[in-house]
């Protein structure tokens, strides 16, 4: 997928201006990708997703032998939020320390879809470089099962 602008996205001026902005969320997305259990790939992956009460939550991708078992970042941190209560997101990080830009799986973004409508993502290299995107982008006809839900 070529990249797009923020505007071209849909975003305002500044999306996941409290990210890029302060760099909180990515300075800690920078260190919690050290606790990425990646033995199979060497591949590390993290995530921060920020619920709309503004509280954050990471994750980072974590591997099994049995690889179908392994677990990607981007849902670690999703369900980190869901597990404690959380159900309404504004912006999802994804951080790989390669030159190339990591695009969430077709797994994770279907289960994106199911608990978010639409998701700002920003996906982040380790040159500090950003590509703007959002969950509809990338999915654009997820699987609703017998949900009547609106695309």
Do not use: W
Request: with cysteine; proline share 4%.
């Amino acid at each position: 997928m070529r990249g797009v602008g923020r505007k071209a996205c849909g975003f305002k001026s500044r999306p996941g201006h409290f990210f890029l902005k302060n760099r909180n969320g990515v300075k800690e997305l920078k260190q919690v990708i050290n606790f990425s259990y990646s033995p199979y790939s060497n591949f590390k992956v993290g995530a921060l997703i920020k619920a709309k009460s503004n509280r954050t939550f990471t994750g980072v991708n974590i591997e099994n032998a049995s690889y179908g078992l392994t677990i990607c970042a981007e849902r670690v941190a999703l369900f980190k939020a869901l597990s404690e209560g959380e159900r309404d997101f504004k912006t999802l990080l994804v951080y790989t320390p390669t030159k190339n830009f990591t695009y969430p799986c077709g797994a994770c973004l279907q289960v994106l879809r199911e608990h978010c409508r639409e998701l700002k993502i920003i996906l982040l290299n380790k040159d500090g470089k950003k590509k703007f995107l959002r969950l509809s982008q990338l999915l654009p006809k997820p699987f609703l099962g017998s949900r009547r839900v609106k695309t």
